[in-house]
């Protein structure tokens, strides 16, 4: 059948905002010319993160009603203990609000001045802790992740041969690896197996702590069983339990592949760095079997953790992605392929051919979706992990510049997609007249969120 069919049916429904063209071009120069800032009110298809934003099950809500809010020893920390633990392997499990306080307490705790941290590619967050922590961000792609249009089944892998370079080079000066899987920086790009075993291997080895950002795992997972030989009749649990066998521990944002709203964890193996964890995460989160989060929350995440394992979910939302940057891709946009998990990625320097990277043509594409068809994305390019010397000014290019559409998990149907399709065949027509744009205002850290810009004249 060409129909994709949800597997699960709609049992509540909220109304989708329809502005007007009119009220699209006032709202985004009002918000400066950044999507972040505009009132989700005036959004009618909201792409700008996958993140909190997808839809709850029945056995979600039903669970939260379970929610004990006790302070200390509640048993809804105790389920969710238990199903983080049955997943991951790992023993110590530690609540936190969302996955960037779990990124903040590991750099707090192992984390010296000056020290580096190697990932496959390093996300926003991630980024900013480190540096925040006055560490060095280190991010190791492979070459395939910077060709958008040329097919490889894991652009998220690590590039194995300048990892051991720098375990060797500079191993006094690196903290530890963390592997993100799914790749978000590189286009949702899955890691293959085989990737994650030899550079948890070639750490190990050097005497380095190994692990995984796996905020997107199940659908990791997925891509390795479709992907990757040796893995086409195991179970999806099964993949997951190797990757995470490899590791020392696991930091994750339960805003995606747990279908929370809110809330993370940081799962160890090592009890001493649990402990250490548990010391500062007080100061911050609040009594580590709450975390920051209320106990409705948590047992809304021991489901979740559960229901994202589902096979017939994840084969719909792989091939539901791939259908949205399939339309994208007939429609005359350049794409990153093969598509990614979460999201689909546009190369926007590629279609936006008559702007430069300095232009930022991710931010201008994203302005365009927004004013055309309502859909607010967001640009992964120079705007968001470019760098600018604080000295000089100068600005530094990103390695791509991408536009993601983030899909929110259960939450828009197949026609809403077709919409956003239909409608990208009448932007086609526009391309060459899309402008670029300039900072009139930024933040040292995480710039993206709060800048302002002007369009080029």
């Not at 099964?238 to 747990?258: C, Q, R, T």
């Not at 979910?313 to 998990?341: Q, W």
């Amino acid at each position: 059948m060409k129909t994709i069919i949800e597997p699960f049916r709609i049992k509540m429904v909220e109304p989708l905002p329809l502005p007007s063209e009119e009220q699209r071009l006032n709202e985004i120069k009002k918000a400066h010319y950044n999507l972040f800032k505009l009132p989700s009110e005036v959004v009618t298809f909201d792409f700008l993160t996958d993140s909190g934003t997808g839809s709850m099950s029945a056995n979600q809500w039903a669970q939260m009603m379970n929610g004990d809010e006790s302070y200390a020893g509640s048993p809804s920390y105790y389920r969710f203990e238990k199903a983080v633990q049955d997943i991951t392997g790992f023993e110590f499990v530690v609540p936190t609000h969302q996955g960037r306080a779990a990124e903040a307490l590991l750099m707090k705790v192992l984390l010296k001045p000056n020290k580096r941290v190697i990932g496959n590619t390093h996300f926003d967050t991630t980024r900013a802790n480190i540096e925040v922590n006055q560490g060095v961000a280190i991010d190791l792609p492979i070459r395939e992740a910077s060709e958008s249009s040329k097919y490889y089944p894991f652009k998220g892998n690590m590039d194995l041969a300048r990892l051991e370079e720098e375990l060797k080079n500079n191993h006094s000066e690196i903290s530890f690896v963390i592997m993100t899987v799914t790749n978000n920086s590189v286009g949702g790009q899955p890691v293959s197996m085989k990737n994650i075993r030899e550079a948890s291997g070639l750490a190990h080895k050097m005497g380095k702590l190994f692990f995984i950002d796996c905020a997107r795992f199940a659908e990791n997972a997925y891509f390795i069983k479709q992907r990757e030989s040796g893995y086409e009749e195991a179970s999806i649990i099964s993949i997951v339990k190797e990757m995470f066998s490899y590791a020392d521990g696991a930091l994750m944002s339960a805003k995606k592949d747990a279908f929370g709203n809110i809330g993370g964890f940081l799962a160890l193996k090592d009890g001493a760095i649990a402990n250490d964890v548990r010391t500062w995460m007080v100061v911050t989160e609040g009594f580590p079997t709450y975390g920051g989060l209320a106990g409705r929350d948590l047992e809304a995440l021991a489901v979740g953790l559960r229901e994202i394992l589902e096979e017939d979910y994840l084969k719909y939302r792989i091939k539901s992605t791939a259908y949205l940057g399939e339309g994208l891709k007939s429609a005359g946009f350049c794409l990153v392929e093969p598509f990614g998990g979460h999201a689909v990625y546009i190369d926007a320097l590629k279609t936006l051919s008559h702007l430069v990277w300095s232009d930022y043509p991710g931010q201008s594409l994203s302005v365009e979706f927004y004013k055309k068809i309502g859909l607010r994305s967001v640009e992964v390019g120079s705007v968001m992990l470019g760098r600018r010397n604080v000295n000089t000014g100068i600005e530094e290019p990103a390695l791509n510049e991408l536009v993601r559409l983030a899909i929110p998990r259960r939450v828009y149907t197949q026609s809403h997609i077709d919409y956003i399709i239909e409608s990208a065949f009448e932007m086609k027509k526009n391309f060459t007249s899309y402008p670029g744009y300039e900072f009139i205002y930024q933040a040292p850290v995480l710039r993206h969120f709060t800048a302002q810009f002007k369009m080029k004249s």
